[in-house]
């Protein structure tokens, strides 16, 4: 029997066995944000028919999810529970599929249409002048470009480099770094931007030096590209 602080996120097409525990683990932070309350909540099981991820909340928290979940149903939620949906809502849509959040208590709780809300039209490529910051955490290539896997949360972005700017960049492996080039920009069908390419122009190291230094070199780095202005591409 379903106990009261039970809830599952129930998504449409897919099952315990096609949502793979990678996929999985891209929509907890988004779920625990939409609870909130993070060490009372716990996922205990993935049920069949549609993959829905079971959640069980804490006896003691049950009376704040509740109400913090009515808050989203009606209309009346925080900003944070919003985003949180939106975030759920990009990975459905990613995924081509959407999902419903239900109670046993509450039933139907909150929709989020994924793939069948409105979509914009897709736009660019745009080329532009973009910066990044985050930690290096791999270089890799054999080719007269390499990769730089840069890290900053949850979002890995991928910086193409000369082969001479790999063995300068190399130093700072699993450092922070900023890196900036020139960057490609696409708007998905949901109207968010996504960096699909970079290319490296330069970069400056975040760690091992006074905070004076850092501000001076920030400062000079964004001398070095005010002004200037990158096309969009034609195709």
């Not at 459905?92 to 419903?100: F, G, M, N, P």
């Not at 897709?122 to 910051?133: A, S």
């Amino acid at each position: 029997m379903a106990e009261q602080g039970e809830y599952r996120f129930e998504i449409e097409g897919l099952t315990p066995m096609t949502l793979s525990l990678r996929r999985l683990n891209d929509y907890l932070p988004a779920l625990v944000d939409l609870f909130g309350y993070e060490d009372h909540i716990h996922l205990i099981r993935v049920d069949e028919g549609s993959a829905a991820p079971c959640i069980v909340v804490e006896n003691h928290m049950v009376k704040p999810v509740q109400q913090r979940l009515l808050k989203v149903k009606g209309g009346t939620g925080s900003r944070k529970t919003y985003g949180a949906m939106d975030d759920l809502n990009q990975l459905l849509a990613e995924d081509h599929t959407s999902a419903v959040l239900r109670s046993p208590y509450h039933g139907l709780l909150i929709e989020f249409p994924g793939i069948k809300q409105a979509t914009e039209p897709i736009v660019g490529p745009v080329i532009e002048h973009t910066d990044l910051q985050g930690e290096l955490i791999q270089i890799g290539g054999r080719d007269e470009t390499i990769s730089l896997y840069i890290r900053d949360g949850k979002n890995t972005f991928i910086c193409i480099a000369s082969r001479e700017q790999g063995r300068e960049i190399s130093g700072q492996l699993f450092r922070q770094v900023r890196v900036s080039g020139t960057g490609k920009w696409v708007r998905n069908e949901l109207g968010k931007w996504k960096l699909v390419q970079m290319t490296l122009g330069s970069f400056l190291p975040l760690q091992d030096q006074p905070l004076s230094q850092s501000i001076r070199s920030l400062r000079a780095l964004s001398e070095t590209v005010e002004g200037e202005r990158i096309p969009i591409e034609s195709d």
